[in-house]
Nanobody
Framework: VQLQASGGGLVQAGGSLRLSCVYS????????MAWFRQAPGKEREFVAY????????YYADSVKGRFTISRDNAENTVHLQMNSLKPEDTAIYYC???????????????WGQGTLVTVSS
Protein backbone atom coordinates (compact mmCIF):
# COMPACT_ATOMS: atom_id res chain seq x y z
CA VAL A 1 0.00 0.00 0.00
CA GLN A 2 1.25 3.46 -0.94
CA LEU A 3 -0.35 6.81 -0.26
CA GLN A 4 0.58 10.02 -2.05
CA ALA A 5 -0.76 13.27 -0.64
CA SER A 6 -0.84 16.56 -2.51
CA GLY A 7 -2.55 19.92 -2.61
CA GLY A 8 -0.89 21.79 0.21
CA GLY A 9 0.34 25.34 -0.12
CA LEU A 10 0.23 28.86 1.23
CA VAL A 11 -3.16 30.51 1.68
CA GLN A 12 -4.46 33.54 3.51
CA ALA A 13 -6.75 33.19 6.49
CA GLY A 14 -10.31 32.66 5.34
CA GLY A 15 -9.20 30.93 2.17
CA SER A 16 -9.61 27.37 0.97
CA LEU A 17 -7.49 24.44 -0.09
CA ARG A 18 -8.30 20.95 -1.30
CA LEU A 19 -5.98 18.13 -0.37
CA SER A 20 -5.90 14.88 -2.27
CA CYS A 21 -4.45 11.49 -1.43
CA VAL A 22 -4.02 8.81 -4.08
CA TYR A 23 -3.94 5.20 -2.92
CA SER A 24 -1.98 2.41 -4.60
CA UNK A 25 -2.21 -1.23 -3.57
CA UNK A 26 -4.89 -3.62 -2.47
CA UNK A 27 -8.56 -2.79 -2.73
CA UNK A 28 -9.03 0.84 -1.75
CA UNK A 29 -12.60 0.26 -0.67
CA UNK A 30 -11.37 -2.11 2.05
CA UNK A 31 -9.85 0.75 4.03
CA UNK A 32 -11.05 3.54 6.22
CA MET A 33 -9.22 6.70 5.16
CA ALA A 34 -8.25 9.53 7.45
CA TRP A 35 -6.40 12.81 7.60
CA PHE A 36 -4.12 13.80 10.44
CA ARG A 37 -1.99 16.89 10.88
CA GLN A 38 1.10 17.87 12.79
CA ALA A 39 1.97 21.46 13.57
CA PRO A 40 5.53 22.50 14.44
CA GLY A 41 6.40 21.42 17.96
CA LYS A 42 3.12 19.60 18.46
CA GLU A 43 1.96 16.01 18.36
CA ARG A 44 0.17 14.57 15.37
CA GLU A 45 -3.59 15.06 15.72
CA PHE A 46 -6.66 13.58 14.13
CA VAL A 47 -8.55 15.71 11.61
CA ALA A 48 -11.19 13.50 9.94
CA TYR A 49 -11.98 10.00 8.78
CA UNK A 50 -14.31 8.47 6.22
CA UNK A 51 -15.53 4.89 6.29
CA UNK A 52 -14.87 2.35 3.58
CA UNK A 53 -18.07 3.07 1.67
CA UNK A 54 -18.07 6.78 2.43
CA UNK A 55 -21.27 6.44 4.38
CA UNK A 56 -19.79 7.61 7.65
CA UNK A 57 -17.53 10.55 8.41
CA TYR A 58 -16.17 12.00 11.62
CA TYR A 59 -14.34 15.24 12.33
CA ALA A 60 -12.26 16.76 15.06
CA ASP A 61 -14.14 19.56 16.81
CA SER A 62 -11.52 22.05 15.65
CA VAL A 63 -12.39 21.53 11.97
CA LYS A 64 -16.07 20.57 12.13
CA GLY A 65 -18.15 22.73 9.81
CA ARG A 66 -15.09 23.95 7.91
CA PHE A 67 -13.51 20.79 6.51
CA THR A 68 -15.12 18.04 4.44
CA ILE A 69 -13.62 14.62 3.79
CA SER A 70 -14.73 12.63 0.76
CA ARG A 71 -13.58 9.65 -1.24
CA ASP A 72 -13.87 8.31 -4.75
CA ASN A 73 -13.48 4.55 -4.68
CA ALA A 74 -13.38 4.38 -8.46
CA GLU A 75 -10.38 6.74 -8.52
CA ASN A 76 -8.71 5.40 -5.34
CA THR A 77 -8.62 8.91 -3.97
CA VAL A 78 -9.59 10.66 -0.76
CA HIS A 79 -9.98 14.43 -0.52
CA LEU A 80 -10.03 16.98 2.25
CA GLN A 81 -11.78 20.21 1.35
CA MET A 82 -10.66 22.90 3.77
CA ASN A 83 -12.62 26.15 3.95
CA SER A 84 -12.42 29.17 6.24
CA LEU A 85 -8.83 28.34 7.01
CA LYS A 86 -7.22 29.77 10.13
CA PRO A 87 -3.56 30.30 11.00
CA GLU A 88 -3.89 27.53 13.58
CA ASP A 89 -4.62 25.10 10.74
CA THR A 90 -0.99 25.46 9.65
CA ALA A 91 0.55 22.00 9.73
CA ILE A 92 1.79 19.09 7.68
CA TYR A 93 -1.26 17.08 6.68
CA TYR A 94 -1.01 13.31 6.37
CA CYS A 95 -3.42 10.83 4.87
CA UNK A 96 -3.66 7.39 6.42
CA UNK A 97 -5.39 4.09 5.78
CA UNK A 98 -6.67 1.44 8.12
CA UNK A 99 -8.97 -1.55 8.14
CA UNK A 100 -11.33 0.00 10.68
CA UNK A 101 -12.43 3.45 11.84
CA UNK A 102 -10.30 5.10 14.51
CA UNK A 103 -9.21 8.52 15.68
CA UNK A 104 -5.90 7.45 17.16
CA UNK A 105 -2.88 7.75 14.89
CA UNK A 106 -1.42 4.59 16.39
CA UNK A 107 -4.29 2.59 14.90
CA UNK A 108 -3.41 3.49 11.32
CA UNK A 109 -1.12 1.12 9.49
CA UNK A 110 -0.40 3.01 6.27
CA TRP A 111 0.68 6.65 5.89
CA GLY A 112 1.36 9.10 3.12
CA GLN A 113 4.35 11.42 3.10
CA GLY A 114 2.49 14.57 4.12
CA THR A 115 1.74 17.88 2.45
CA LEU A 116 2.39 21.26 4.04
CA VAL A 117 -0.44 23.72 4.58
CA THR A 118 0.49 27.23 5.67
CA VAL A 119 -2.21 29.75 6.55
CA SER A 120 -1.10 33.35 6.87
CA SER A 121 -2.90 35.88 9.02
Amino acid sequence: VQLQASGGGLVQAGGSLRLSCVYSGRTFSSYTMAWFRQAPGKEREFVAYISRTGGSTYYADSVKGRFTISRDNAENTVHLQMNSLKPEDTAIYYCAANAFVAVSSTAYKYWGQGTLVTVSS
